[in-house]
């Protein structure tokens, strides 16, 4: 298990350093320092986040569309929340990874073979523009930074473990999108599509940790059936 202090030092690495790539930029200036006052409050970092990953959503050259926020984004951000609380994990660095872990992709689709590096980056420039302390933004790097396959427990932190499981577990309660996106924007055609995903998601299912498929057992099964077409999810 990678401890807290080993993360820190790795953080010097490429996962964490403040890159953006041609085409990342969000055009909206530097962020708000995470201390500013606001009538006499400290705003949320994860509010500030959400609003921020949601508008990027909403940008007309978003590829994976508005609807990828409530479709993905929340969802993953649902489901790590959950699986924060069975393993001990910081539940606001798991939620600033969930909502940051596509945010190269919503920016520029073409980043999407190497999203998980450059969205780390990208998440990693974010959080310090608004003062956050960079030891924690560098654990949420390394969080999106691994989180396209579910780990297994005691094989990385904890956080890693809750963004890597929620995204897989986002695809099983959430399938429409995923076909969607398989057909329409992979351009795999309906039937091409609905292959690849029930593939992934079986792959994916039998990687999960166990909390992970206590929460959404019953939906794997209906989620399988319907991409197998023996019923309909509707």
Not at 82 to 102: C, G, K, P, T
Not at 182 to 199: H, N, Q, T, V
Not at 206 to 234: C, D, H, W
Request: net charge positive; aromatic share 10%; with cysteine.
């Amino acid at each position: 298990m990678i401890g807290r202090d080993s993360q820190e030092d790795s953080c010097r690495g490429a996962a964490c350093r403040p890159r953006v790539e041609p085409g990342m930029r969000s055009r909206r200036g530097k962020g708000k320092p995470y201390a500013y006052l606001l009538g006499g409050k400290k705003p949320m970092v994860t509010t500030d986040i959400r609003e921020f990953a949601y508008g990027a959503c909403q940008r007309r050259e978003n590829v994976l569309t508005a609807s990828f926020f409530d479709w993905h984004l929340a969802v993953v951000a649902e489901y790590a929340g959950r699986l924060a609380a069975h393993l001990s994990a910081d539940a606001e660095i798991v939620q600033l990874a969930a909502y940051l872990h596509d945010i190269s992709a919503v920016f520029d689709f073409t980043t999407m073979p190497n999203h998980r590096k450059l969205s780390a980056q990208f998440a990693t420039r974010e959080l310090l523009e608004r003062g956050y302390p960079r030891d924690r933004a560098c654990i949420v790097a390394r969080a999106i930074a691994s989180h396209s396959d579910p780990l297994p427990i005691g094989s990385a932190s904890p956080e890693e473990i809750c963004i890597s499981n929620a995204d897989a577990v986002a695809r099983i309660v959430r399938p429409a999108y995923w076909l969607y996106f398989a057909s329409e924007i992979r351009k795999y055609g309906f039937e091409d599509g609905r292959r690849w995903l029930r593939s992934l998601i079986e792959r994916q299912w039998s990687a999960l940790i166990e909390p992970a498929k206590q929460l959404v057992g019953e939906r794997y099964s209906g989620t399988m059936n319907f991409l197998a077409g023996r019923y309909s999810l509707l």
